[in-house]
């Protein structure tokens, strides 16, 4: 079996996310997968989904600044700087990919 390069997958990632494209990011998630941040929990790809989209809808542009993937196994642990409307947001990423390169969590952590 190929190894995955999750290294790549997540740089995919934050680029569709801060393109907001939803279409292509929805290719990226498993049907059963789920999104927990600061202020969301959804579980399920159309939730996760809605829930990208509110995040999209609630601002103009969305730059990602990727400081740092470390990658174990399917499990990429990402430092990012996440810029909305020229606000800065430190953020640590943990992202779960199943055996078929495929989202099957992503779990992002608010720093100071």
């Not at 801060?18 to 941040?37: G, I, Q, R, T, Y």
């Not at 990602?64 to 499990?75: E, G, Q, S």
Request: glycine share 4%; hydrophobic share 40%; charged share 30%.
């Amino acid at each position: 079996m190929k190894k995955l390069d999750i290294k790549t997958l997540t740089e995919k990632y934050f680029s569709l996310f801060e393109s907001k494209d939803l279409n292509a990011l929805s290719e990226m998630f498993e049907e059963e997968c789920s999104l927990f941040d600061w202020n969301i929990s959804a579980t399920g790809k159309h939730d996760v989904l809605d829930a990208n989209k509110g995040i999209f809808d609630a601002f103009d542009k969305i730059r990602v600044v990727v400081r740092n993937i470390l990658t174990d196994d399917n499990i990429s642990i990402s430092e990012i700087n996440v810029i909305t409307d020229n606000q800065r947001t430190p953020v640590v990423d943990v992202i779960t990919f199943s055996d078929s390169g495929k989202i099957q969590s992503v779990r992002a952590y608010r720093g100071n």
